[in-house]
Nanobody, 116 residues
Framework: QVQLVESGGGLVQAGGSLRLSCAAS????????MGWYRQAPGKQRELVAA???????NYAGSVKGRFTISRDNAKNTVYLQMNSLKPEDTAVYYC??????????WGKGTLVTVSS
């Protein structure tokens, strides 16, 4: 099992910044990609950004140029720097870890609220 613990969510005004962190523990070997998904009220969970163990990144079009994902393999931690936040970024943000065998693990989520 992999345990994922998110932190860094909160309330911020539009145009502001937040940094999310996700620390992985447990059976962390063979983790390939780690990433962030979000789910807004009444909407499906969607990919925000992901990064592979080799550093290849992938972003949703709506956050490109505003969000940056990074990963510290030594600390088994992934970060999401969110700048120029918009009210539509309001959602619960979930950390994800995917192993090479395709198994997915999820954190409990952290709420990000952007006020206009």
């Amino acid at each position: 099992q992999v345990q994922l613990v998110e932190s860094g969510g909160g309330l911020v005004q539009a145009g502001g910044s937040l940094r999310l962190s996700c620390a992985a523990s447990g059976s962390i070997f063979r983790i390939n990609a780690m990433g962030w998904y979000r789910q807004a009220p009444g909407k499906q969970r969607e990919l925000v950004a992901a990064i592979t163990s080799g550093g290849i990144t992938n972003y949703a079009g709506s956050v490109k140029g505003r969000f940056t994902i990074s990963r510290d393999n030594a600390k088994n931690t992934v970060y999401l720097q969110m700048n120029s936040l918009k009210p539509e970024d309001t959602a619960v943000y979930y950390c994800n870890a995917r192993k090479y065998n395709g198994m997915d693990y999820w954190g409990k989520g952290t709420l990000v609220t952007v006020s206009s």
